[in-house]
């Protein structure tokens, strides 16, 4: 019996140094801007983790008195101080926190998921969608649901919508993260379903391209792409990564996109005055400019869900985001574990309210290491409505 309890004790604190790493990960790949900074800290990170991991075998070797690891880890939760004790702290502490985020951030009154269907495009391609890859393992990897698109539209209910702009609708998407690793075909039919979604405004939240070599495939996919209102895009970290952020920027802007970075631009729409506005922080330029023109309506495009807070405070009536991937892996009963977000896995994906401003992120199309499970790629429609409540 003292044995299991010794092992339990050992799972906790070994469970709690993961989840001090994690939040660490988490941490730094939200706010740290300069990716050479951000590499560094990671490694940091992930030394600490093999370390902790280690440490109560080298605690072992130092004791007179010889001690099993699980029995140092259990004696520091019971009997004396020591860092698994503060680890498994963090581990209560995050937990709660997470039950606590999950029960606020719920709101179903101001959306629904009016209809969804799964392309299965790695099916529909073929074998070419693994063997033509560039990173053909991470493809190739059982369960993992990379090519399973699912495309789907979502209704948004907000209070300050004009009555002019009842079902307004906007396709948003993000975090393409073109590498070669998922094939062009992809991409060809992601820009079939987006023609066919037909919205008013299409919007890209970040993270088009990694590899500049594959510029082209940008100009393939978004030249042909237009909507009644017009196509507007922000770019995000990975886009300025390998130093392609001017090149991507002017080649998209060439093919009739407007660039939303660090911009805000009045439209009207429907007889209404609409403010379109973009903030890629923390890794590029400025926030947008308050703009003097009273607007009946307003959006802004950002990359990371962390600008949530300042949106908010800007009074953004709805905020499009991606950047977090929904996590890309989702582990049973507990969801998405690793975020890049100051706010861990808080706003991985989804709808969310505060104030009068409504956040819609986006679990992305991709992402640098094209892996995901439970959690499918996605290309969304909104269909904006007045909430009269």
């Known amino acids: 019996m003292l044995l299991l309890a010794d092992l339990t004790l050992y799972v906790l604190g070994t469970l709690g140094h993961v989840a001090v790493c994690v939040s660490a990960l988490n941490r730094v790949q ?30 072992m070797l130092g004791i007179d008195e010889p001690e099993m690891p699980w029995e140092i880890v259990a004696g520091q939760l019971h009997t004396t101080w ?18 606590v985020q999950i029960l606020s951030d719920r709101c179903p009154s101001v959306w629904q998921q009016l209809d969804s269907k799964i392309l299965r495009l790695d099916r529909e391609l073929g074998d070419c969608f693994v063997r033509e890859s560039e990173r053909s393992f991470w493809v190739s990897i059982v369960g993992n649901e990379v090519g399973h698109l699912d495309v789907n539209r979502k209704a948004l209910k907000l ?14 998407f993000s975090d393409l993260h073109i590498t070669g690793a998922i094939i062009r075909p ?19 939240s970040g993270d088009i391209l990694d590899d500049k070599t594959k510029l082209a495939w940008v100009t393939d996919l978004v030249s042909e792409l237009n909507s009644r209102v017009g196509c507007f895009f922000v770019l995000g970290n990975h886009d300025v990564r390998n130093g392609q952020g001017k090149e991507l920027r002017d080649e998209i802007e060439r093919c009739g996109w407007q660039d939303l970075g660090g911009r805000a631009l009045s439209l009207e729409i429907e007889g209404q005055q609409v403010i379109l506005a973009g903030n890629e922080l923390p890794w590029i330029g400025e926030p947008p400019l308050s703009n003097s023109v009273k607007s009946a309506f307003s959006i802004c495009a950002v990359h990371t869900p962390d600008q949530f807070r300042w ?15 929904g996590g890309q892996i989702r582990l049973p009963l507990i969801g998405p574990v ?17 104030g009068q401003t409504l956040l819609h992120v986006s679990r992305g ?11 499918r790629p996605e290309l969304t429609q909104l269909v904006l409505s007045c909430d009269e409540s």
Not at 311 to 325: C, E, N, S, T, V
């Open 159 to 172: 209070k300050q919508l004009p009555k002019q702009l009842e079902g307004l609708t906007i396709t948003h």
């Open 365 to 375: 199309v991709s992402g640098l290491q094209p892996l995901r499970w439970r959690c």
């Open 338 to 354: 690793v975020c890049p977000s100051v706010h861990g896995v808080r706003y991985a994906s989804g709808v969310f309210s505060s």
């Open 186 to 204: 992809y991409f060809e039919r992601l820009k079939e379903e987006i023609q066919q979604l037909d919205s008013d405004l299409v919007i890209v």
């Open 82 to 99: 020591g860092y698994f004790t503060l680890a498994t702290a963090w581990l209560v502490i995050t937990a709660l926190k997470r039950v």
């Open 311 to 325: 949106g908010r405070q800007q009074g953004y009536d709805l905020m499009l985001a991606g950047h977090a991937h």
């Open 30 to 59: 939200g706010s740290v801007a300069d990716h050479a900074v951000e590499k560094a800290l990671k490694l940091g990170i992930c030394g600490w983790s093999l370390t902790g991991l280690c440490l109560p075998f080298v605690l």
